[in-house]
Structure formats: C-alpha cells, structure tokens
C-alpha cells in the first residue's frame, strides 16, 4: 500500500512539474511570450515569432538596384536616403502558421534620443513577382518604408506571405483573407517593443489600402491610419477589369484564384473586402488621399468611403489631388501631407 501511494505521488508531482513548465514557458526559465519586453531591434530574436532578423546596410539595398535602370526607382528613391536609418529585414510567423518576409526600417537613434519615436505599419500594394522574392522587389518595400521612417516612425513593413499571388500547396497572399494574418503579427510584435512611443499608426496604398481598412474595422489597436488610392469597392473594381478585358480580365482571374472565387462564386469575399459597405464601423481617425485621375481605383472608391463615416460621426478626412492618378502613393507632396496629420493624431 505504501509504495503504491509513493507512486501515486511521484506520479501527481510530475504531472505538476510538467503542467508548470509547460505553462510558464517553452523550456525551463522560459518567460511567456506576453512578458517578453525587448530594448533593442539587436534582441528582436528573442521573441518566439521571429524566426531570423538580420541587419540590411544602405549598400546592400543599392547594390540590389544597380541592375535596375526605370526611372521611376528614382522617385520612391528621393524621399530620403539612408544615413540616418537602420534596416532590419525578418522572417516572422504569424498566428496561422505562414512564415513572412517583413523589414523594420527605424530612426538611427531611436535608442538614444530622448524623445521615443511611434510605431506605423506600412502595408503595401499588390506586387506580382512571379517567384520567390528577389532583392530588388524586397528592397522596393523597404524604399516605402522611408519617408516614415525618416520622420520619426520606427516603421515596420510586411511582404505579405511568400510575395505571390496563389501558390499551390503554400500559405498565399489571399489578398485580405488569412493574409491579414501579417498585418496583426507586426500589430503584435510592436507592443513587445520597450523603445517606443506610445502610439500605433498604419498607413496603406491601393490593395494594401483596402487591407489597411480591414484591420480597422476589427481591431481597436490603431490610433491613426492613412490610405492612399485604397480599393473600397472590390466588388465593382472586379467588374470593370472584367469589363476590360485582355489583360486586365487574366490579372482579375489570378485574384479571383487567390480569393477563392470570382464574384459570382463567392460575392460575400467581395464585400468582406469593400469598406464602402461596412466604412461606418471604423472608429479609427482616418485619413484618405486619393488622385482625381486615378483610372485604376477610380477616387469615387475614397469619396463614398469618406461620406459612409462622415454620416455616422466618425474622424475622417479626404484629401484629392485633382492632377495625380494611382501613384499618389509615390507624390513627396502626399507622404508629406499624410505624415503631418498623423502628427496630429
């Protein structure tokens, strides 16, 4: 009897041991991912989602871009150079399990200045690589990065899945299904950040606009958002690529496969990702700027999301620039605007 009860008891003492370990941490002295704080991007290893992080100089971007001879690298270009930044480029996992390409670009004292600087998510645009990402695209999403950071936003930037739309057999971008997914990884990372500011803030262009609102509408977290060119009508935007044709009509069907559906298939995936038919469940501020000649994402997108959250009370602003089209995003005089208000915020 008795060594049946030491048994019983060697038996209960390691199921304890066991269930406390487990729950404190992944191995023993492990703190829990909740209580992890980091002072420094050279500890962002350190927390369990980050599967590398690696430092990314101004030459290795450049050297990236030689190749490249199109002007319009020039422009993203001139929005600041380097010299006062530091770039780190991470692979992350997010809470479904895909492992994400996203970069960190932040003030170069950001550890030394007294003033601690904010936090801004910056969500790209559909970009077609065809491929695993070379450096060129990457190091076209850093470029994006820049403005913001070099303003004072520990900016934080996501690829978006493996860069492709529709991958068999991989964890795509669903362009604003389990995608988003990334958005609230980099969300989640940055409260880890003992070096920043209060303040979280999001900026989105195009389809990254439309993803940008998304988030809004579900998470409370954001305390200012800008939008540049956003898609706010999928639904209508699929039927005038449609409509077009050719081109346009192969690259609307690539999405359709992304989705899960076109719009006769699976039209509530069309209004999940439309904002015109939810915009007054947002109650993040929210600034929208948008070019009247816009031919991709007509401005009407902006204006009608802009009216929708104007009627329900909500803090929101339209700003049109009556000679710019979709590459607003890429105007110094819009990244200027849009970085004024958010100091407002």
Partial sequence: MKKKVMIISFFLAAVFIFGFFTGCGRFVGAESYESIMINSLLELERLPQIISAERVTEAQILEAHEWYPYSWFSRQYQYGDFSNLVVYEIIYETADGAQVLGFIVAPADYLENEYQYPVLIRNRGLVNLQGAAPPFAANRLIVRGVPFANAGYITMLTFHRDGRVHVEGEKYDQ???????????????????????????????????????????????????????????????????????????????????????????????????????????????????????????????????????????????????????????????????????????
């Avoid at 009509?249 to 699976?266: K, T, Y």
């Avoid at 005089?333 to 849009?338: D, H, L």
């Fill in 175 to 345: 362009i604003g299904g389990d995608d988003l997914y990334d958005i609230i990884a980099l969300m989640d990372l940055s409260e880890h950040f003992g070096f920043k500011a209060p303040g979280l803030f999001m900026a989105g262009e195009s389809l990254g606009g439309m993803k940008t609102l998304m988030i809004l509408k579900e998470d409370e977290r954001i305390d200012g958002a800008v939008v540049f060119a956003a898609m706010g009508d999928f639904e209508e935007y699929y039927l005038s690529q449609i409509a077009l044709g050719g081109n346009a009509a192969w690259q609307m069907g690539r999405l359709a496969a992304a989705i899960g559906g076109n719009l006769d298939e699976a039209p509530e995936k069309y209004i999940a990702r439309s904002a015109v038919n939810w915009a007054d469940e947002i109650d993040t501020p929210l600034l929208l700027i948008h070019g009247s000649l816009d031919d991709t994402v007509p401005v009407s997108h902006s204006k009608r999301i802009y009216d929708k959250m104007r009627a329900a009370g909500r803090d929101v602003e339209l700003k049109i620039y009556e000679d710019l089209g979709h590459s607003v995003f890429y105007y110094e005089g819009a990244i200027e605007y849009a970085i004024d208000w958010l100091r407002s915020r």
